[in-house]
């Protein structure tokens, strides 16, 4: 699991302030993703970054800004969000996005509540 | 469009029993499967995958897993559960054509006891 890391582990926010989530990777991969994990519901894919590229923005609330400055680093930045926004973010890697059957790796998560 | 089904959404093994933990899939391609646990507070530690060959994968912490591709489905198996399996368990599948999308199933929570 080092291998994917993720700050804040835990965010309690209101629904007028502005955080943001941080993800690194240690694994040499070049691509990126954020999901969100909420109860009794699969993994909803949220954004793919491929060599710091948005590759793939699946329908998400402008309220989620995410950021990818290099293949090391993505951020998710929150505004504005409304208490159904509270979750799990899981933050992966993979080696790239187009490979067969390339595996993710997943960071801890950060619990999210929004009051 | 790929899906990925988990019918049972808990699934009870005494310690030393054999565990089965089901998913089954639909893509439109050959698929890629992927199966992932997840412990209390942790992200989700990948166990195994099938790409292509043998159709039985054996994976970490001595799960594997049965390719069928008659029946649609890549269960998870255990010959003999430990009460430290018990967590989360998903399934998830890629559809050779969607370069970037995995789809997972809703879990699958194993619990064993002793």
């Known amino acids: 699991e080092t291998g994917v890391t993720q700050t804040p582990r835990h965010l309690v926010m209101g629904m007028t302030n502005k955080k943001s989530l941080k993800c690194e990777q240690h694994?040499?991969?070049?691509?990126m993703y954020w999901y969100k994990q909420s109860a009794k519901k699969p993994l909803e894919l949220m954004f793919v970054?491929?060599?710091?590229?948005?590759?793939e923005n699946n329908s998400v609330p402008s309220r989620f800004s995410p950021e990818c400055p290099n293949s090391s680093h993505l951020f998710l930045h929150l505004h504005t969000l409304q208490p159904e926004d509270s979750a799990l973010y899981l933050c992966a890697s993979s080696p790239g996005t187009s490979g067969r059957g390339e595996t993710q790796y997943f960071g801890p998560g950060t619990r999210l509540l929004v009051l | 469009a790929q899906s990925v089904a988990q019918p049972e959404d808990q699934v009870n093994v005494a310690e030393g029993n054999p565990l089965t933990v089901k998913c089954t899939y639909s893509?439109?391609?050959?698929?890629?499967l992927f199966w992932y646990v997840q412990y209390p507070n942790r992200g989700l530690q990948f166990l195994l995958k099938y790409i292509t060959g043998d159709n039985l994968v054996k994976g970490s912490y001595g799960f594997e897993a049965e390719f069928n591709k008659s029946q649609t489905s890549f269960h998870l198996k255990k010959p003999s559960a430990l009460v430290s399996d018990s967590a989360l368990y998903f399934c998830a599948v890629r559809d050779p054509g969607t370069a970037s999308k995995l789809t997972f199933g809703t879990g699958t929570r194993l619990q064993v006891t002793l």
């Open positions: 694994l040499g991969h070049n691509a």
């Open positions: 893509v439109s391609g050959n698929p890629y």
């Open positions: 970054y491929s060599l710091e590229e948005r590759v």
